[in-house]
């Protein structure tokens, strides 16, 4: 399945917030209360906060389509927009790469890391960095078998649940 991959800009707001808040739920809603996956949703994922995050110039979001269906996302973070200080500065970080559940197993989560590596190869860097859930084992075994490795941790709050993320590197 090929995928285009085009950056958001402003007009596609609407369609990125739908595809964050429908994936989000997707992810982990069976794995987290109501109350804790709402207060996240409209507080990180709001319309409001998604515009604020694409005016930043080292945040960048791209959407995948497949034909005309959107499947998923992407988001990375460069210099002073990413989450934690992390391997010297000389990474950057891929916040968000979520796919609708009905499209997983397609190879579309291999295109979006792709996509990241060549975006982050152009930007002159030679490695990246995210974070994935502790619990979320799908991910993790997809980020393991793309190759990376885990080199901390940190504390990602979920509404009021303080739940572990695990730092994972990759040099390319």
Same mark, same amino acid.
Not at 20 to 37: A, C, G, H, L, Y
Not at 82 to 110: C, D, M, P, W
């Given at each position: ?8 800009? #402003? ?89 609708? #559940?009905?499209?997983?197993? #397609? ?30 084992? #799908? ?34």
């Amino acid at each position: 399945m090929i995928l285009n991959i085009h950056p958001v800009g #402003k007009e596609d707001l609407k369609s990125l917030h739908t595809v964050s808040v429908q994936t989000f739920k997707e992810t982990f809603e069976d794995q987290n209360t109501q109350e804790d996956m709402s207060q996240y949703v409209n507080e990180q994922l709001s319309l409001d906060q998604l515009s604020k995050e694409l005016s930043d110039p080292n945040t960048s979001f791209y959407l995948a389509f497949c034909g005309n269906e959107l499947v998923g996302y992407l988001k990375l973070n460069f210099e002073e927009a990413q989450k934690e200080t992390v391997l010297e500065g000389k990474a950057f970080e891929i916040q968000r790469i979520y796919i609708l #559940k009905a499209h997983q197993n #397609k190879g579309i989560g291999s295109q979006l890391f792709e996509k990241a590596v060549e975006i982050g190869k152009a930007k002159a860097y030679s490695q990246l960095w995210l974070g994935v859930w502790e619990f979320n084992h #799908k991910a993790l075994e997809f980020y393991k078998k793309k190759g990376l490795k885990p080199f901390d941790s940190h504390v990602f709050l979920l509404g009021t649940d303080k739940q572990t993320d695990i730092l994972m590197q990759f040099e390319f």
